[in-house]
T-cell receptor, first 110, second 115 residues
Framework: SQQGEEDPQALSIQEGENATMNCSYKTSINNLQWYRQNSGRGLVHLILIRSNEREKHSGRLRVTLDTSKKSSSLLITASRAADTASYFCATDYSGNQFYFGTGTSLTVIP | NAGVMQNPRHLVRRRGQEARLRCSPMKGHSHVYWYRQLPEEGLKFMVYLQKENIIDESGMPKERFSAEFPKEGPSILRIQQVVRGDSAAYFC?????????????FGSGTQLSVL
């Protein structure tokens, strides 16, 4: 399976703290993306990082990519209660489909 | 510009009935993807379609499941003779031409419950 794996499965932090989630995958990729899913809703695209990039920022989000280790991390700084959601990484290697990981469930306690 | 629209939001079927799930992509989007999500799991790819063409159906079960994206109208995911194991959330996503590798826009999903 090409599916990515997020780690940890669940994460609980206090508001204002940083949250770090990791994603590992199995094959060479064209790009890697992170999505957020609020309970009972569809996924929302957060950020894309290409295989030739090592780090990318978007607001309070910071994504890193290590293609030699086939891993990526998502850092959310100064977390807010509204960041409570599940976070998924998705990899694209075939051009036809995205493979989603199993997700990290983040709870930010006010 | 309305987002990806899926209906119905919730669908209840008895075993053996048919389920039809509809997806209208965002305006201007020509690529549609269907995913299935079981509780506490990630999304599993089912099928990727362009207008009037199935591009990749490697994630579709061999029997009872079919998908189409006609020239006019929404994309349809059809499940015949549903079984309890088909109970899941089904998400549709779309992407604009030329950007199908880069970003998916998701609908809110259809929750299928099979009694």
């Amino acid at each position: 399976s090409q599916q990515g794996e997020e780690d940890p499965q669940a994460l609980s932090i206090q508001e204002g703290e940083n949250a770090t989630m990791n994603c590992s995958y199995k094959t060479s990729i064209n790009n890697l993306q992170w999505y957020r899913q609020n309970s009972g809703r569809g996924l929302v695209h957060l950020i894309l990082i290409r295989s030739n990039e090592r780090e990318k920022h978007s607001g309070r989000l910071r994504v890193t990519l290590d293609t030699s280790k086939k891993s990526s991390s998502l850092l959310i700084t100064a977390s807010r209660a509204a960041d409570t959601a599940s976070y998924f990484c998705a990899t694209d290697y075939s051009g036809n489909q995205f493979y989603f990981g199993t997700g990290t469930s983040l709870t930010v306690i006010p | 510009n309305a987002g990806v629209m899926q209906n119905p939001r919730h669908l209840v079927r008895r075993r053996g009935q048919e389920a039809r799930l509809r997806c209208s992509p965002m305006k201007g989007h020509s690529h549609v993807y269907w995913y299935r999500q079981l509780p506490e799991e990630g999304l599993k790819f089912m099928v990727y379609l362009q207008k009037e063409n199935i591009i990749d159906e490697s994630g579709m079960p061999k029997e009872r499941f079919s998908a189409e994206f006609p020239k006019e109208g929404p994309s349809i995911l059809r499940i015949q003779q549903v079984v309890r194991g088909d109970s899941a959330a089904y998400f549709c996503a779309s992407s604009p031409p030329g950007q199908q590798n880069e970003k998916l826009f998701f609908g809110s999903g259809t929750q299928l419950s099979v009694l």
